[in-house]
DNA sequence: CCGATGACAAGCA
DNA sequence: ATGCTTGCCATCG
């Protein structure tokens, strides 16, 4: 198996934030998972909060935590900019956690099968 | 260099 | 269901 450089692994979860569709979200783990680092949520989590502040090219909103919950917030404008992006796209939001979660997560395996 | 922290997640009580 | 503990690893002070 192939190893991604920290360059590599940032660069790859950046072009998996991309391919969220709208009106989804995904989490962490889920997307480390794809890219081939199943115990990495925590970097992508790392990777994301640089990029939130610097790189508005990449929808950090549609990335939450397996519970959804929108652990991110405080890294955005506002803490309530995050929450309000993802309603904009229909995604209803409770308390800070995404309602109906199960059917607005978006798989990036999924995605990946199809490529 | 070392210890603490963090946009996480899974396991256990 | 709630809360604590452990694993993982980059970044920060």
Redesign the pocket.
Known sequence: MSKLD?KD??QAVYQMVRYIPYGRAT????I?HAIG?P????????V?????ISDLDIP??R?????G????????ATSTL?QELLEAEGIKIENNKIKNWKSVFWNPLDEISLL
Do not use: E, P
């Open positions: 920290k692994f940032t989490s962490y783990g889920a480390a680092y115990n990495m949520s925590r970097l992508v989590g790392a994301l909060g640089q990029v939130s950090a909103h990335v939450v935590n397996s519970q919950i929108l652990s991110g917030k405080d890294a955005f995050m």
